[in-house]
């Protein structure tokens, strides 16, 4: 059984910065491309950032670049959304989620469609 689990989000200040880790459950984890998601409230879930299997390759929606960067640790089964200089309009509920394929090469990293496997997610506040 496949289980993603989101942990770091809370409450900061405009400008702060802040780690979200997703620990998976799931063999293979290394073959796999996995994504960071969003959805503010009263929105749609929408693509933050991506990584290929092995990490090489990252993807970022254009709202984000420069200030999130998103990383995962094969060995610990554990990826990472490290953000800096929040906004208020980060704020959202964060989710992980894998990738049917090794990259976003034949499945395109943003559609929510090519994730068969997601975690609960994990709440981000920012205040201004």
């Known amino acids: 059984q496949v289980q993603l689990i989101e942990s770091g989000g809370g409450s900061v200040q405009a400008g702060e910065s802040l780690r979200l880790s997703c620990v998976v459950s799931?063999?293979?984890?290394?073959?796999?491309?996995m994504a960071w998601f969003r959805q503010p409230p009263g929105k749609n879930r929408d693509f933050v950032a991506g990584?290929?299997?092995?990490?090489?390759?990252?993807y970022y929606t254009e709202a984000v670049k420069g200030r999130i960067t998103i990383s995962r640790d094969n060995v610990k089964n554990t990826a990472y959304l490290q953000m800096t200089s929040l906004k208020p309009e980060d704020t959202a509920v964060y989710y992980c989620a894998i990738l049917r394929d090794s990259s976003g090469t034949t499945s395109p990293m943003h559609n929510r469609n090519n994730y068969p496997y997601w975690g609960q997610g994990t709440q981000l506040t920012v205040s201004s």
């Open positions: 990584a290929s299997w092995n990490g090489a390759t990252t």
């Open positions: 799931m063999q293979s984890f290394d073959r796999f491309a």
